[in-house]
Nanobody, 122 residues
Framework: QVQLVESGGGLVQAGGSLRLSCAAS????????MGWFRQAPGKERDFVAA???????YYANSVKGRFTISRDNAKNTLYLQMNSLKPEDTAVYYC????????????????WGQGTQVTVSS
């Protein structure tokens, strides 16, 4: 089973940018479809973006055009480039393995990381 560790979160002003990373253990990272979720305090865990092993991608409407998901299989790492950040992007961001492609339901994802906090000030 793959283990995931997120990093790169922090405090940023509205309009700023951050790049999150998700480091994966194991030798089979390249074969996994991967995704990002986020969870704000008191709210449900929401889908952000996903990328397949052969680089098909889909995004939540709320981040389309601002966020970019990518992966570097040589480094066993998943990325989320976040631009034009808004206060409503404030949340803990998680990476996970996609168990059902095209789903945005967190129940269809697994092997969750511990999360990294992103705070966007107005």
């Amino acid at each position: 089973q793959v283990q995931l560790v997120e990093s790169g979160g922090g405090l940023v002003q509205a309009g700023g940018s951050l790049r999150l990373s998700c480091a994966a253990s194991g030798r089979t990272f390249s074969s996994y479809n991967m995704g990002w979720f986020r969870q704000a305090p008191g709210k449900e865990r929401d889908f952000v973006a996903a990328i397949s092993s052969n680089i098909n991608i889909y995004y939540a409407n709320s981040v389309k055009g601002r966020f970019t998901i990518s992966r570097d299989n040589a480094k066993n790492t998943l990325y989320l480039q976040m631009n034009s950040l808004k206060p409503e992007d404030t949340a803990v961001y998680y990476c996970a393995v996609v168990n059902r492609w095209r789903s945005q339901d967190p129940r269809d994802f697994g092997s969750w990381g511990q999360g990294t906090q992103v705070t966007v000030s107005s």
